[in-house]
C-alpha cells in the first residue's frame, strides 16, 4: 500500500518561502501523478498543483501560478512544492495525494474538483503565513 507523508510546514511572514516535502513509502511514485492540495478552516478543499506520471506537464492554480513550483525525485521517491512569496491567503493544510489518473484531472483549472482521482493522501502538514 502507497503511504504519503508530508513535510516542511510551519510558521512563515508573508513574502518568505517553504518548501513542502511529500515522501512516499510501500511503492514507488514513479507511475502515478502527484497532487498538492490545501484546505483552510470553513473551506472546501483547493488544488494547488500537479504533477504528471510522465513528467510531461506541471500544473498550477491561477493562485499561486508564478509563486509555487511542483517538483518530483524518482530516485527518493518524493515530490516537493517550492513555495515563494507567501501571503496570508496560503495559510492551510497541506496535503500530497497520488493517483493512477489521465493528464485531464490534473490540470490546475480543474484539480480542486479531481480530489476523488486521487486514492492515496497524506496526513496534511500545516502552513501559516502570518506576521
Known amino acids: 500500500q502507497l503511504q504519503l507523508v508530508e513535510s516542511g510546514g510551519g510558521l512563515v511572514q508573508p513574502g518568505g518561502s517553504l518548501r513542502l516535502s511529500c515522501a512516499a513509502s510501500?511503492?514507488?511514485?514513479?507511475?502515478?501523478?502527484i497532487g498538492w492540495f490545501r484546505q483552510a478552516p470553513g473551506k472546501e478543499r483547493e488544488g494547488v498543483s500537479c504533477?504528471?506520471?510522465?513528467?510531461?506537464?506541471?500544473n498550477y492554480a491561477d493562485s499561486v501560478k508564478g509563486r509555487f513550483t511542483i517538483s518530483r525525485d524518482n530516485t527518493k521517491n518524493t515530490v516537493y512544492l517550492q513555495m515563494n512569496s507567501l501571503k496570508p491567503e496560503d495559510t492551510a493544510v497541506y496535503y500530497c495525494?497520488?493517483?493512477?489518473?489521465?493528464?485531464?484531472?490534473?490540470?490546475?483549472?480543474?484539480?480542486?474538483?479531481?480530489?476523488?482521482?486521487?486514492?492515496?493522501w497524506g496526513q496534511g502538514t500545516q502552513v501559516t503565513v502570518s506576521s
Open positions: 495525494a497520488a493517483g493512477l489518473l489521465y493528464d485531464y484531472y490534473c490540470a490546475g483549472p480543474t484539480l480542486s474538483s479531481s480530489v476523488d482521482e486521487f486514492d492515496y
Open positions: 504533477i504528471s506520471e510522465s513528467d510531461s506537464s506541471t
Open positions: 510501500g511503492l514507488t511514485l514513479d507511475y502515478y501523478a
